[in-house]
């Protein structure tokens, strides 16, 4: 009978399958893998983002992920992989991927579910630690793979008498041609700051490209897509922050930090560029997450599309701030960290992490 489904019936069910069960489905034959690729209703429409942590120093080819649904991690191999990689963004299922093996940058797709690893083209300009943001171009798109563009601002290139200077240029890949374009000049001062000073990680909001400055006090850079302007935001309580981070919640830019001996807050940009207080860690999860410490120094934070997460190392707890269900509020709940899976131990690691549902 389960051969004889009709394509489009067959991916009305495997709609309701969660990521680790679809990923399954996917590989039990050849018809029902055709259907997951094919049918863009197969993404899963009713679960809660997975979280992906990838140690720093890919010791062992491997990422685990945390199903949110059932509170419990995976391990999954990447010895598929070409290099060691590092994530930059999430773009629908995929997740946008730097090598770690090489300085100059080069970016690329991956899925760890899937097994799917794709470089893309090399950049017009040979340049190392630019700074690399993202832009979906139609988020309601159906299908689990929307179009996007991926800009690269700033990083040291070679300079014309031999040495290394600041690359004053933007470049951007649009994923319909495949391929890169200079898009332009920008401010030097900018370029030095978007490559000392920044991470990689960017905020897409109203047709401004976000970067947080990685240096206290700490700022937001902009660059406004339309226009081809920059420009730069305060950051409420900027030379106190202990860790900072950038992130999109509900249509708006969001801004998470914490201070030494004090809270965790989270604030919403709100018009004429000011921050408004929306939330702050619960004071019983921000002590049992510091476990004792005053410092919120190794917090990092990622974020996805109805979750906020701060974390630490892979063995620590998470603190989540997740929109349920019914999505008409916002609750905080309890992470615990990864010491065992299947029964065996687990190394306490250094971990970078992404927030996605990955399913395709």
């Known amino acids: 009978m389960w051969s004889t489904l009709p394509f489009d019936v067959l991916a009305k069910i495997f709609s309701f399958l969660s990521p680790d069960s679809l990923a399954c489905a996917r590989s039990a034959c050849r018809q029902w893998h055709t259907c997951a690729r094919t049918y863009p209703s197969t993404l899963p429409q009713h679960h809660q983002a997975w979280f992906l942590a990838l140690p720093t120093r890919n010791r062992g080819q491997c990422c685990y992920v945390h199903n949110p649904v059932v509170d419990k991690w995976h391990m999954l191999s990447l010895d598929f992989l070409p290099d060691p990689i590092r994530p930059v963004a999430s773009i629908g299922t995929l997740i946008l991927v730097r090598p770690t093996n090489c300085t100059i940058l080069q970016l690329a797709l991956c899925n760890p579910f899937t097994r799917q690893f794709k470089y893309l083209p090399m950049l017009n300009i040979t340049r190392t630690n630019p700074a690399v943001g993202v832009v979906i171009l139609e988020p309601g798109q159906p299908g689990p793979n929307p179009d996007f563009r991926v800009y690269v601002a700033g990083g040291m290139s070679e300079a014309p008498r031999g040495g290394a200077t600041y690359e004053a240029t933007l470049e951007m890949y649009d994923s319909v041609d495949d391929a890169w374009h200079i898009m332009g000049f920008m401010p030097v001062e900018f370029a030095v700051r978007l490559t000392v000073w920044t991470p990689n990680e960017s905020v897409y909001s109203d047709g401004v490209l976000y970067w ?55 604030w919403e940009l709100t018009e004429g560029d000011g921050w408004g207080l929306i939330e702050k860690v619960p004071i019983e999860l921000g002590i049992k997450f510091l476990g004792g410490k005053r410092s919120w120094g190794s917090t990092k934070c990622v974020g996805s599309e109805g979750a906020i997460c701060l974390y630490r190392e892979f063995g620590s707890g998470m603190v989540v701030w997740r929109e349920i269900e019914e999505k008409v509020r916002w609750e905080w709940f309890w992470v615990e960290g990864c010491h065992f899976i299947r029964d065996k131990q687990v190394q306490n690691l250094q971990i970078k992490g992404s927030g996605n549902s990955i399913v395709s």
């Open 212 to 266: 947080m400055t990685s240096a206290r006090a700490y700022s937001v850079m902009g660059f406004h897509l339309g226009s081809h302007t920059w420009r730069e935001l305060s950051v409420p309580m900027a030379d106190r922050l202990e860790f900072a981070a950038l992130l999109w919640r509900n249509g708006r830019l969001t801004l998470v930090g914490g201070t030494c001996g004090e809270d965790a807050c989270i």
